[in-house]
């Protein structure tokens, strides 16, 4: 689906050449959301339907008159629940927030992407506050994945309604939020590309926090350089062209700790024929030790920052409202009841002397090169044992968590030959390298697939 889905760039071109019109393409995002046949009912919250059509004539109107904020202005994007919207009430895709107040302002985040231009269509669902990479929300409906919709796989979470917008053409861009893969983990389970900048690089203010210390916002989209806009636009920097590195004499890490152990046969054969791709096209791979990774179940062994700082967030809203919270949410969050302040002080120095000796074992690659999930897309109707549904959350995020947990930048690539169920390969590196990342997979992403 997502090969021909247009890109920033092509539509920027044809709202320049006049080939089309923000109105039109607003027009067309909002016809697929109200398709009943299709999954605009689970993947948007809320749709801003007025607002987005009068935000859409006023760039034709910018644009007319050669004003227009950017070139990208006037395409429509997507808005993931966690994030204020000036008013419209944030739910974080639950029905504990429903009656908080509307919002005084727009995150920094979406207030930056309205600067841009890009046009706010709607709220998309998510996992309820952001607790889980597999994507189910029994609130609010879970939209399911682009692969075989007639079966019913699970979108990835907790950016879920964020990928189905994209992948489904409601939307041509989204913001998302990623603790340990929730942005990466349903552009793999769909089929798009997903990017986790260093956490610094983008304000956390006017999101419901999940983990402080954990918590990063970028987007999906369909291309590599489709979220290199986006993420320039977010972390207020001037747009400028991603010059794709060559593959040729790469030096990439493929970590043998933890990361390859107990995948999927779809997702270990086609991360093996990724590596066998890359390395016909001159990358040099390396696998290594990567005795860091065994360092992150230690420290999250009682719940980790996750649990610690959203049962910090989550206290007097369990008391109150406890009732109405999905079950496999609040019992996570309780966990960190139990975590102790010298608990916390002790968790908080051990990730510091982790993110150094990773970056240490970093610092000679390019990139680290991995599986993005160690599952393929589980079947919705199989998780709906208790049991099941923790061994794929555990599976989907395990990877990607590493990189949190290491202050590192990430991006999942699609590595699946098309028709083939969706597996995501993920590059990373240590904080601070985003933009050589971003190069990096954009010249991966023009082979790696075969």
């Known amino acids: 689906m997502t090969v021909s889905n247009p890109t920033l760039a092509t539509l920027a071109d044809d709202l320049a050449a006049g080939r089309t019109t923000s109105r039109k393409l607003v027009e067309a995002c909002l016809t697929r959301i109200a398709d009943p046949a299709g999954e605009g009912q689970r993947a948007f919250i809320h749709v801003d339907k007025e607002a987005a059509l009068s935000a859409a004539d006023g760039m034709d109107a910018l644009r007319k008159a050669g004003a227009a904020p950017s070139p990208y202005a006037g395409i429509p994007v997507s808005i993931k629940d966690l994030f204020d919207i000036k008013g419209q009430v944030t739910r974080a895709g639950s029905r504990a927030l429903e009656d908080s107040a509307p ?10 992407l309205r600067r841009a231009g890009f046009v706010v ?9 952001a607790y889980s990479g597999i994507g189910i929300n029994p609130h609010y409906g879970t939209p399911k994945s682009a692969w075989k919709r007639d079966v019913g796989y699970v979108p990835g979470g907790s950016s879920s309604g964020a990928a189905v917008s994209v992948v489904d053409r409601m939307a041509y861009g989204a913001l998302g939020t990623d603790t340990g893969g929730s942005c990466r983990i349903p552009a793999a389970f769909n089929g798009i590309t997903g990017f986790k900048p260093t956490q610094a690089r983008v304000p956390l203010d006017g999101g ?17 350089a489709c979220c290199a806009v986006l993420d320039s636009v977010l972390a207020y920097e001037p747009i400028r062209p991603l010059a794709p590195r060559p593959v040729k004499g790469l030096r990439l890490a493929v970590p043998t700790t933890v990361v390859l152990d107990e995948l999927d046969v779809e997702v270990a054969e086609t991360f093996e024929r990724a590596l066998e791709t890359l390395a016909k096209q001159g990358a040099l791979i ?16 009682k719940g980790g920052f996750a649990a610690a700082e959203s049962y910090a967030w989550h206290r007097f809203l369990l ?19 139990a975590i102790t302040v010298p608990d916390y002080i ?9 993110v150094a000796r990773a970056a240490a074992r970093i610092a000679p690659y390019d990139a680290l090169v991995m599986p993005t999930t160690a599952n393929a897309p589980p079947k919705i109707a199989d998780l709906a044992d208790d049991q099941a549904f923790a061994r794929e959350n555990i599976r ?17 690539l699609p590595a699946h030959r098309h028709g083939d169920v969706p597996v995501g390969l993920m590059l990373a590196q240590s904080g601070g390298n985003d933009r050589k990342l971003l190069e990096i997979a954009a010249g991966v992403e023009g082979v790696v697939r075969g």
């Open 103 to 112: 919002a005084e302002a727009d995150a920094p985040a979406v207030a930056r």
């Open 121 to 129: 269509i709607g709220r998309t669902n998510m996992t309820e506050f």
């Open 208 to 224: 419901v926090p999940l983990s402080t210390t954990l918590d990063s916002f970028g987007p999906l989209a369909n291309t590599v």
């Open 286 to 301: 390396e696998r290594i030790e990567f005795p860091e990774f065994l360092d992150v179940g230690l420290i999250g062994m």
């Open 319 to 337: 008391t109150a409202k406890g009732d109405v919270y999905d079950p496999r949410v609040s019992v996570r969050i309780m966990r960190g009841e």
């Open 346 to 354: 002790e968790m908080l120095n051990a990730r510091r002397s982790l």
């Open 396 to 412: 989907a995020l395990r990877n990607c968590t590493f990189i949190n947990m290491i202050d590192g930048c990430a991006i999942s």
